[in-house]
């Protein structure tokens, strides 16, 4: 009697905890796309990454989008081609990683490779993974690792200590 009253009590808490998390994806979104379009100032570096050795030429093109000092957006987008048996195989992908606060809040996975394209997004709240559109048993250690990598990049753009 006792387990078929907790239950309905165990569904209403997972309905709930779900409801959260949906909302907060829903705020989440409505603040990237604040963020991409708003008139924040915008920065654009680029490099080169040939391997001609490998076969393997690229280039990497970084956006930063910054509201005052503090970064709102970054994306890593590299264009690549290698030769594959005589053929050259043309990819580009791009993680675009947006931040509420100087915290992660999304990151957007893309992959476009001849007429194919994949995409994922990941989101956060307060450093920890909330959400993800990748459903395989490596989405969790892909939602860290971006997680790692946000760090990272917000470590390069950290105020110096006076």
Known sequence: MYK???LPLTLFSLECFCQDSATQVRKIDSLVES???SNFIVQHDSTNNDVPAYGIFSKTYITVVLN???VVKYVNNVTGSREVKNKTVKMTTSNTFYYHHNKLIKVEDQVFQDNMQICFEWYYDNDKSLYYTMKTDRS???AELLLVMSKAI???FAKPKQ
């Open 154 to 156: 917000m470590t390069q």
């Open 68 to 70: 005052g000092q503090d």
């Open 35 to 37: 963020i991409n379009h």
């Open 4 to 6: 078929l009253l907790l």
């Open 140 to 142: 969790a250690e892909r």
